[in-house]
């Protein structure tokens, strides 16, 4: 597999790019979680049949990115970092939150938790369709342990079909 490290990456070439495996190392992931937001299947490894879980192509320089397959045609995509290494991840994904999904006719945003209990849960669903449930969209995982902080974490997974 090539392997390469990339600085400064538009979603365009991480989709060119994802025959191989890339690292990507920078301090700003908006990019990445642009190519995540427009197709998170192009990224993802060969399925393999015993796991519910593919590894993908991209490396994002810190944590494990992961897809996930399950029943229905239902497809995520896992990042989680380790809670000590997540700040910038943090504040870039509340950005590309509010940008992405800045429309309140189309999008609800929903935060539930607080640092202080050790866990914080924000959902962005998709609103627009009448009559139905609202279809999640987002989901970050904000996660604190005292008694295990290796099990600290922050995870951001995007739902797709």
């Given at each position: 597999?090539?392997?390469?490290?990339?600085?400064?990456?538009?979603?365009?070439?991480?989709?060119?790019?994802?025959?191989?495996?890339?690292?990507?190392?920078?301090?700003?992931?908006?990019?990445?979680?642009?190519?995540?937001?427009?197709?998170?299947?192009?990224?993802a490894a060969p399925k393999?049949?015993?796991?519910?879980?593919?590894?993908?192509?991209?490396?994002?320089?810190?944590?494990?990115?992961?897809?996930?397959?399950?029943?229905?045609?239902?497809?995520?995509l896992n990042w989680r970092?380790?809670?000590?290494?997540?700040?910038?991840?943090?504040?870039?994904?509340?950005?590309?939150?509010?940008?992405?999904?800045?429309?309140?006719?189309?999008?609800?945003?929903?935060?539930?938790?607080t640092e202080e209990e050790?866990?914080?849960?924000?959902?962005?669903?998709?609103?627009?369709?009448?009559?139905?449930?609202?279809?999640?969209?987002?989901?970050?995982?904000?996660?604190?342990?005292?008694?295990?902080?290796?099990?600290?974490?922050?995870?951001?997974?995007?739902?797709?079909?």
């Amino acid at each position: 597999m090539n392997k390469c490290t990339i600085t400064v990456v538009t979603s365009a070439t991480l989709l060119f790019l994802g025959f191989g495996s890339v690292t990507y190392a920078q301090r700003d992931y908006k990019p990445l979680l642009d190519s995540f937001y427009l197709s998170f299947k192009d990224i993802a490894a060969p399925k393999n049949d015993s796991s519910i879980f593919s590894s993908c192509k991209i490396k994002p320089g810190l944590g494990e990115l992961k897809v996930g397959w399950f029943p229905g045609n239902l497809t995520t995509l896992n990042w989680r970092i380790p809670l000590e290494q997540s700040g910038q991840v943090q504040k870039d994904i509340e950005e590309f939150i509010r940008t992405k999904y800045a429309d309140t006719k189309r999008y609800k945003t929903a935060s539930d938790g607080t640092e202080e209990e050790g866990e914080i849960m924000t959902s962005v669903y998709d609103i627009t369709r009448p009559g139905e449930k609202p279809k999640l969209l987002l989901q970050t995982i904000y996660y604190h342990s005292e008694e295990e902080p290796e099990q600290s974490s922050f995870t951001i997974m995007f739902y797709g079909k």
